[in-house]
């Protein structure tokens, strides 16, 4: 495996000699250059595979740029240029014992009544990336992999570029166990109808590993300037950025305009 | 037969036997100069009375010791640091404050364990939830006549409830020195504990290293109290719901999950004054000073006594203008 570095964008990659990469898979740039792999940071040792194909995520694309009313309607026409990439995250399983106590609401003078509980959950699989070009936003967006089908990764013999990791077991366990907390939180809020929570959770049986996740990385250009989506390997799901129509959007205002300006003669007269 | 290897200047490890078994020190015969030597029991490493070589008794650190974290401070560092605290405090004897050289530091590994437990606790309180009403009340304005207004009252909402609360507590510190009692001990944290590593002869070689004095039951037992306690103020702190509370009762039950007998650095200097013995502590880590620092009992007489005497000059001077201005 070879690792490179884009000179514009930071982005790093591990690629196979055999399978070179023309320009930065995350910003379209040419300055990409080898660079020294890091050997502090434990690299995904298996991969899971792609189940989408080019057509299948084009056609996610275009879907994806009819579904906000406030993208432009040549977004669909746009030319995207795809790239196959095996993100490395971190998936972590547990379990939390989390003791809450919080409020509901009540007949009392407060209005308020205090509750307390114990809640377990187990976690099957809570995805943390390890590199730049996936945010912990972004990866949530794009929901769970299913490891059927996973398959060791061999360094040397790279198919499809694997992004370099750049955090750890002991930096993402932290975000792993924070994850699930929300998570969790979240649950014991919706089941008791909860106003506030205080949460104690306590991890058991906290395990992680490194793998690399299949995501169809797109770059398009849009009256000059780069956008980028991400495609689930696997589902299709598409999360990224899109450019605004500012025609639709000086058109709606037009529009909310007038109708106040009516209501308001409207009130007016009568 | 306690195998002991002595680290000469060149770092070479050498051995020696022991010679014989007293009652109170183990004899061992120096392999530097020779001469036999009586170690306390519970010293793990120290150096020859006679040639100052340092003495490691490996067998026995290996049998009780996990790890160690290292000196980050020198000595010289440990004193500016006790000199920086004796300096910020009032008081303080100008003998022992000149005393506080670096000379005066001693270097020793004090024996730790260290507990990764999980705590889990049963706790009742009543919570209190804040309220406002507004009520009207009558008053009289400037001008005298009897007027009604209305203003907030806050009100509390008393509940009461129970419930479990659970933690797990990391690297837990309880002394395992007789010689250095857990308050003291509690005032020289944190250490950075991630700094441990393994348990070598020469990482400490040159050093006193103390062997535990306190037993397994005893330090378990304080970190049970020492953890009931923190998750008391947990609770109250971190998981009781509304605006406050009263009366919390919890118990706490302790699971260890892991323990460990960890040396850790700290430098000790001992002063003496009005024949009483003080010790100040330094952490060789952080350099955080621990300790109880002793007071010039005159010093403090005597700022007294002018406080005293400042007042009743000042009484006295506000007698004599409201005297002679015939306020009075």
């Avoid at chain 1, 969790?184 to 793998?211: C, K, M, N």
């Avoid at chain 2, 364990?113 to 309180?125: I, L």
């Avoid at chain 2, 952490?283 to 007294?304: C, E, S």
Wanted: glycine share 8%.
């Amino acid at each position: 495996m070879q690792a490179m570095q884009c000179a514009q964008c930071a982005g790093a990659i591990g690629v196979d000699p055999g399978h070179p990469v023309p320009r930065c898979l995350f910003c379209g740039s040419d300055a990409l250059a080898p660079r020294p792999e890091l050997d502090d940071v434990e690299a995904p040792d298996a991969f899971l595979p792609f189940e989408q194909s080019m057509d299948d995520v084009r056609a996610a694309f275009r879907s994806f740029a009819r579904s906000s009313i406030w993208y432009p309607s040549d977004l669909r026409g746009a030319t995207l240029e795809l790239s196959r990439l095996l993100v490395p995250a971190w998936a972590w399983r547990g379990a939390l014992e989390t003791h809450w106590a919080g409020l509901v609401r009540a007949m009392s003078a407060s209005g308020k009544r205090p509750v307390s509980g114990c809640a377990h959950q187990h976690f099957e699989q809570v995805l943390v990336p390890a590199s730049a070009a996936l945010t912990q936003d972004e990866l949530n967006r794009l929901g769970g992999f299913h490891e059927e089908g996973e398959q060791a990764l061999q360094a040397d013999h790279l198919e499809v570029p694997l992004e370099l990791s750049e955090l750890g077991r002991a930096a993402t366990r932290a975000v792993a166990l924070r994850r699930m907390r929300e998570l969790h939180a979240e649950r014991i809020t919706a089941d008791h109808g909860l106003t506030t929570v205080r949460l104690a959770p306590v991890e058991d049986g906290l395990a992680g590993r490194s793998v690399g996740l299949p995501v169809w990385i797109g770059v398009f250009r849009y009256k000059g300037r780069p956008y980028r989506i991400l495609v689930h390997g696997q589902d299709g799901t598409v999360v990224g950025r899109a450019p605004i129509s500012l025609l639709r959007v000086a058109l709606a205002l037009v529009l909310v305009l007038g109708l106040v300006a009516a209501l308001v003669a409207f009130a007016l007269q009568a | 037969m306690t195998p002991l290897a002595a680290w000469g200047q060149q770092g070479a490890a050498e051995m020696s036997v022991t010679l014989q078994a007293a009652a109170e020190t183990r004899a061992h015969r120096c392999t530097s100069c020779g001469a036999t030597v009586q170690v306390d029991p519970h010293v793990a490493s120290t150096s020859c009375r006679y040639c100052d070589a340092p003495l490691v008794d490996v067998t026995l650190a290996a049998e009780h010791l996990d790890a160690l974290v290292s000196f980050q401070l020198t000595d010289v560092q440990a004193g500016h640091k006790l000199r920086e605290r004796l300096q910020e405090a009032w008081f303080v004897p100008r003998r022992v404050r000149q005393a506080a050289a670096p000379t005066s530091l001693r270097p020793a590994f004090v024996p730790f364990y260290v507990f990764d437990a999980v705590a889990r606790s049963s706790w009742s309180a009543r919570i209190g939830i804040y309220w406002y009403r507004t009520e009207t009340y009558t008053t009289t304005d400037s001008d005298g006549r009897t007027v009604s207004r209305t203003r907030t009252v806050r009100e509390t909402d008393w509940h009461p409830l129970s419930g479990t609360h659970g933690r797990r507590w990391h690297d837990h510190l309880v002394s395992a020195s007789k010689g250095l009692p857990e308050d003291e001990s509690n005032d020289l944290e944190p250490f950075a504990l991630e700094q441990a590593r393994p348990f070598a002869a020469e990482l400490v070689a040159g050093i006193t290293a103390e062997l535990p004095t306190v037993s397994h039951d005893d330090a378990h037992a304080m970190a049970e109290h020492e953890l009931s306690e923190l998750e008391r103020k947990v609770i109250a702190g971190e998981l009781l719901p509304g605006d406050t509370h009263s009366g919390l009762h919890s118990s706490t039950e302790v699971t260890v999950e892991r323990l460990r007998l960890v040396l850790l650095p700290v430098f000790m200097a001992v002063y003496h004054h009005d024949g009483e013995a003080f010790r100040l502590l330094v952490n060789g880590q952080t350099g955080r000073v621990a300790g109880r620092i002793p007071r010039d009992k005159v010093a403090i007489a005597l700022a007294v006594a002018a406080a005293v005497g400042l007042v009743a000059l000042a009484g006295l001077l506000v007698w004599f203008l409201l005297s002679h201005t015939g306020a009075w």
